[in-house]
């Protein structure tokens, strides 16, 4: 999230267009370089019963796939002329003859940003060539956050993926307070059963973490 951030700040600052993309079916892209055997699917009819299908690309499920899909489009972006940025991953830069683009990924979003309308442009073509990606247009909301530009910069609002933990908890009909929790509140040691499927509970508090990327003061709260 501190890449996103200073991604968006960055571009920002420079005045630069971002652009959003979303690549169709990404894991289907994947090549596999183990020998990876399925049973037949339902519906198919072979010869033999006791046939099996060996995989040459990835498909949704197999552990490899996401792996496999992320080699496969570095591999794309670097034969493009992109470079690692070796803080993050997930994170290309372009550089070349005083024109420059970023690269922002997270899975199949792509997040792109350039001084250059053209080179952009011409990068999002070659993208599609490859993997029939989705051009999305403006960049307008990513990883929960919502994206708005004005003249004076960028700004980035929660309300909906606040709006859909709240959904999810059922607490939709609650008012609001200033302080969500009591002034000068001692914690005190936990008392009961633990819970026997603790899923929800690790999913609600991993979704206020990332609330806390526009909410900081709810930071001592969810901690």
């Not at 000068?184 to 973490?209: C, E, M, V």
């Amino acid at each position: 999230m501190i890449s996103v951030r200073i991604f968006l700040a960055v571009a920002a600052a420079k005045g630069w267009e971002l652009h959003q993309m979303g690549v169709n079916n990404a894991f289907l892209h994947g090549d596999l370089e183990e020998e990876v055997y399925m049973s037949m699917p339902p519906g198919f009819r072979a010869s033999n019963p006791h046939k099996v299908c060996r995989l040459h690309k990835s498909l949704y499920g197999l552990k490899q796939a996401p792996r496999q899909w992320f080699a496969k489009l570095s591999s794309t972006l670097l034969d493009y002329g992109f470079t690692h940025t070796y803080a993050d991953y997930s994170l290309f830069t372009y550089k070349r003859e005083g024109k420059f683009m970023t690269l922002l990924v997270y899975v199949d979003d792509l997040v792109l940003t350039g001084n250059d309308y053209t080179l952009c442009a011409s990068f999002k073509h070659y993208l599609h060539k490859c993997f029939h990606i989705k051009d999305l247009g403006p960049l307008k909301y990513f990883l929960g956050i919502e994206v708005a530009r004005s003249p004076q910069g960028l700004f980035l609002c929660q309300r909906k993926y606040a709006l859909d933990i709240i959904h999810e908890c059922g607490l939709l009909g609650c008012k609001p307070v200033d302080t969500p929790m009591e002034v000068n509140h001692k914690l005190a040691l936990a008392t009961g059963s633990p819970l026997p499927d603790a899923t929800q509970y690790r999913r609600l508090i991993g979704r206020l973490i990332c609330l806390t990327i526009s909410h900081p003061e709810l930071s001592y709260v969810v901690h």
